[in-house]
């Protein structure tokens, strides 16, 4: 059956190649413009829609999904004001690599710069942001524009994937009618037998099939690495934030073959999982290599890197001091390498470069593996000996780690709360993915960016918050009814930004208070009303920790939260920190 009109099957066109190219789900954002493309998403059999009312929670929602999944989720606004609201997720996506399909709708070419209304110059509203930009021409009829849409939209999904995922944005003009109606002799009878595969596209398969092959490392290359890995007395593995970098088991490869351990990040996807013990993963690194005198001294001659900037300040500078020969392996051959000490880099496939480098050693484990080893025992042991008198913030991320369900999703907002996950939760075996807006570290989505990362789990799913970001999202709530997810959230709530009392602008108050800390007095309770969850206050670590085990295998959605101490929390990392020059 031919469509109705133009915009019809223009839309229809673009649905069909979303499904065949492999996205499942589209976050639509209601609005008239984009009226021909809500229409065919909604009604495609094989993609998931999800609505949101605010652009911005919308976008870090896909973000979220497409950073659990490693596929592109689409987003669909109208034109104006509504597509920039997208940017701070576009921005996300492009520095921490995260797959994102953006379309915008746009009122018609001679519109633009003209005063009409909700129109606003829309090209390459996202500069360098984007993996790729496409301004699709005008709907019509015709059996090449057609194919060049279906081969666009194909493209666009294969640009967000591969060995540097990212946004994509494609920008959609319409001009009325915007709805499925009736428009005599705009699509002519007998286009569809004319025209079938520009009509139709290929059916079962995408109209243009995209395969990324990974970059293998040459064979020089791996005897290279592996002969510097065989003479290294000191070999170290660092795993920075990445979503779907190195895996378990290829480090787990790496560590016994060559016996590095394996400085693992948080957001590494290597801190928890069944591959640690196997893989020597240690953690703690924001305390440990802050200790003074240093924990692991002498340092490393040998390093191999993998994933972005590691998290950790203090590892970042051990790794700037350090005159040890620094390899970055990074698949897209990226630069994100911060303090400008990397002496190589090899733009190759993680798992591929530590499998060759695996195949080619054969050190094992020695004193040095032992020590740090050692090191990181005696660390995790003084953590758990940690007793402080009040709840505090890091016994918040110990607990949160420690008591996650295996396997469980685990959302964590910058600030403090990665920090002290970094610092306070031990590697596990359990199968724990744990998420974070680290590309850009905004504060900004991260309620909509975990109910994102759930809606494509069946995990639990924890958020753990400060007060700030589940104030600065808290639109994105509305996603937990309308878009079907449950969630543990452990909101930190320290009235405002505990962080800045680690800057030196906390000895100048004002305007230290009133700019930088910016306690509020919120009261988050009411959120439980309107957003239709459970609000829970705990007081006390076993109170924290019997509403967690409860809450992470219960129906419906509860916040749990911890009413903290900033400053004094501040103290106690810095008491614990105190400890350390004694391991
Ligand atoms: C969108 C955005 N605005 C501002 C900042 C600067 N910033 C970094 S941390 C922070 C405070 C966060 O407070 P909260 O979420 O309560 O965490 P806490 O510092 O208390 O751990 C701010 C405003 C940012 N990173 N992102
Ligand atoms: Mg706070």
Same mark, same amino acid.
């Not at 059996?143 to 060995?163: F, M, P, Q």
């Not at 690495?225 to 088991?249: F, I, N, Q, W």
């Not at 480090?251 to 394996?262: N, Q, R």
């Given at each position: 059956?031919?469509?109705? #009109?133009? &915009?019809?099957?223009?839309?229809?066109?673009?649905a069909?190649?979303?499904?065949?190219?492999?996205?499942e789900?589209?976050?639509?954002?209601?609005g008239?413009?984009s009226?021909p493309?809500?229409?065919?998403?909604?009604?495609?059999d094989?993609?998931?829609?999800?609505?949101?009312?605010?652009?911005?929670s919308?976008a870090?929602?896909a @973000?979220?999904?497409?950073k659990?999944?490693?596929?592109? /989720?689409a987003v669909?606004?109208?034109?104006g004001?509504?597509?920039?609201?997208?940017h701070?997720a576009?921005?996300?996506? &492009? !520095?921490a690599?995260?797959?994102?399909?953006?379309l915008?709708?746009?009122?018609?070419?001679? @519109?633009?710069?003209?005063?009409? #209304?909700?129109?606003v110059?829309?090209?390459?509203?996202?500069?360098?942001?984007?993996?790729? %930009?496409?301004?699709?021409?005008?709907?019509?009829?015709?059996?090449?524009?057609?194919?060049?849409?279906?081969?666009?939209?194909?493209?666009?999904?294969?640009?967000t994937?591969?060995? #540097?995922?990212g946004p994509v944005?494609?920008n959609?003009?319409?001009?009325?009618p915007?709805?499925?109606?009736?428009?005599?002799?705009?699509?002519?009878?007998?286009?569809?037998d004319?025209?079938p595969?520009?009509?139709?596209?290929?059916?079962?398969a995408?109209f243009?099939?995209?395969?990324?092959?990974?970059?293998?490392p040459?064979?020089?290359?791996?005897?290279?690495?592996?002969?510097?890995?065989?003479?290294a007395?000191?070999?170290l593995?660092?795993?920075?934030?990445?979503?779907?970098?190195l895996?378990?088991?290829?480090?787990?490869a790496?560590?016994?073959?060559?016996?590095?351990?394996?400085?693992a990040?948080?957001?590494?996807d290597?801190?928890?999982?069944?591959h640690?013990?196997?893989?020597l993963?240690?953690?703690?690194?924001?305390?440990?290599?802050?200790?003074?005198?240093p924990?692991?001294?002498?340092?490393?001659?040998?390093?191999?890197?993998?994933?972005?900037?590691?998290?950790s300040?203090?590892l970042?500078? %051990?790794?700037?001091?350090?005159?040890a020969?620094?390899?970055?392996?990074?698949?897209a051959?990226?630069?994100r390498?911060?303090?400008?000490?990397?002496?190589?880099?090899?733009?190759?496939?993680?798992?591929?470069?530590a499998?060759?480098?695996?195949?080619?050693?054969?050190?094992?484990?020695d004193?040095?593996?032992e020590?740090?080893?050692?090191?990181?025992?005696?660390?995790?042991?003084?953590v758990?000996?940690?007793d402080?008198?009040?709840l505090l913030?890091?016994?918040?991320?110990?607990?949160?780690?420690?008591?996650?369900?295996?396997?469980?999703?685990?959302?964590?907002?910058n600030?403090?709360p990665v920090?002290?996950?970094?610092?306070?939760?031990e590697p596990?075996?359990?199968?724990?993915?744990?998420?974070?807006?680290?590309?850009?570290?905004?504060?900004?989505?991260?309620?909509?960016?975990? @109910?994102?990362?759930?809606?494509?789990?069946?995990?639990?799913?924890?958020?753990?918050?400060?007060?700030?970001? %589940? %104030?600065?999202?808290s639109?994105?709530?509305?996603?937990l009814?309308r878009?079907?997810?449950?969630? /543990?959230?452990?909101?930190?709530? #320290?009235?405002?930004?505990?962080?800045?009392?680690?800057?030196?602008?906390?000895?100048?108050?004002?305007?230290?208070?009133?700019?930088?800390?910016?306690?509020h007095g919120?009261?988050f309770?009411?959120t439980?009303?309107?957003y239709?969850?459970e609000?829970?206050?705990?007081?006390?670590i076993?109170?924290?920790?019997?509403?967690?085990?409860?809450?992470?295998?219960?129906?419906?959605?509860?916040?749990?939260?911890?009413?903290t101490?900033?400053?004094?929390?501040?103290?106690?990392?810095?008491?614990? !920190?105190?400890?350390?020059a004694?391991?």
């Amino acid at each position: 059956m031919t469509a109705p #009109n133009r &915009n019809t099957l223009w839309g229809r066109a673009v649905a069909e190649e979303l499904a065949r190219a492999g996205v499942e789900a589209v976050c639509v954002c209601p609005g008239s413009r984009s009226t021909p493309l809500t229409v065919a998403v909604d009604a495609h059999d094989d993609l998931t829609v999800y609505s949101h009312l605010d652009e911005r929670s919308a976008a870090f929602f896909a @973000l979220g999904r497409g950073k659990r999944t490693g596929e592109p /989720t689409a987003v669909v606004t109208t034109s104006g004001t509504a597509t920039a609201n997208l940017h701070p997720a576009v921005m996300e996506a &492009n !520095q921490a690599r995260v797959p994102l399909l953006v379309l915008t709708a746009d009122r018609p070419p001679e @519109l633009r710069d003209s005063g009409a #209304n909700q129109t606003v110059d829309q090209q390459k509203l996202y500069g360098d942001a984007v993996r790729h %930009y496409r301004d699709l021409p005008e709907p019509e009829a015709d059996d090449r524009k057609l194919r060049s849409l279906r081969a666009s939209v194909c493209r666009a999904v294969g640009e967000t994937t591969g060995a #540097n995922p990212g946004p994509v944005h494609l920008n959609a003009p319409f001009r009325k009618p915007l709805e499925p109606t009736d428009v005599p002799g705009d699509v002519p009878e007998d286009f569809a037998d004319e025209y079938p595969l520009a009509e139709r596209g290929r059916d079962d398969a995408p109209f243009v099939s995209v395969d990324h092959a990974p970059a293998r490392p040459t064979d020089a290359t791996l005897d290279a690495l592996a002969a510097a890995a065989e003479d290294a007395e000191r070999g170290l593995l660092v795993a920075g934030p990445e979503d779907d970098g190195l895996s378990g088991d290829a480090a787990s490869a790496l560590a016994e073959a060559t016996g590095f351990p394996m400085l693992a990040d948080p957001l590494s996807d290597l801190r928890f999982g069944p591959h640690v013990g196997d893989a020597l993963v240690v953690g703690g690194n924001d305390a440990v290599l802050a200790a003074d005198p240093p924990a692991l001294d002498p340092g490393p001659d040998f390093v191999l890197r993998f994933g972005a900037s590691p998290t950790s300040k203090p590892l970042r500078k %051990y790794l700037a001091a350090s005159d040890a020969r620094q390899v970055v392996v990074d698949p897209a051959g990226g630069w994100r390498e911060a303090e400008f000490t990397a002496s190589d880099l090899l733009a190759a496939d993680p798992d591929e470069t530590a499998r060759g480098i695996a195949e080619r050693v054969d050190s094992g484990r020695d004193a040095w593996t032992e020590r740090v080893l050692d090191l990181d025992a005696r660390y995790w042991r003084t953590v758990a000996d940690f007793d402080p008198d009040a709840l505090l913030e890091g016994d918040v991320a110990r607990v949160v780690a420690a008591d996650a369900p295996d396997s469980a999703t685990v959302f964590v907002s910058n600030s403090m709360p990665v920090r002290d996950v970094d610092r306070f939760a031990e590697p596990r075996t359990a199968d724990l993915t744990v998420l974070g807006n680290r590309g850009a570290s905004g504060i900004d989505g991260i309620v909509s960016s975990a @109910l994102g990362a759930g809606s494509a789990t069946d995990d639990p799913l924890v958020l753990l918050t400060g007060d700030v970001a %589940y %104030y600065h999202d808290s639109n994105g709530l509305l996603a937990l009814e309308r878009c079907g997810v449950d969630a /543990t959230v452990v909101l930190v709530n #320290n009235d405002g930004g505990g962080i800045f009392h680690m800057l030196p602008i906390e000895a100048f108050d004002p305007p230290f208070t009133g700019q930088f800390k910016t306690p509020h007095g919120l009261d988050f309770a009411p959120t439980g009303d309107t957003y239709d969850l459970e609000f829970a206050r705990v007081e006390t670590i076993e109170g924290l920790r019997e509403a967690y085990r409860q809450s992470v295998g219960a129906a419906g959605t509860q916040v749990l939260e911890v009413r903290t101490d900033a400053a004094a929390s501040h103290r106690e990392r810095e008491r614990l !920190q105190s400890r350390l020059a004694d391991l």
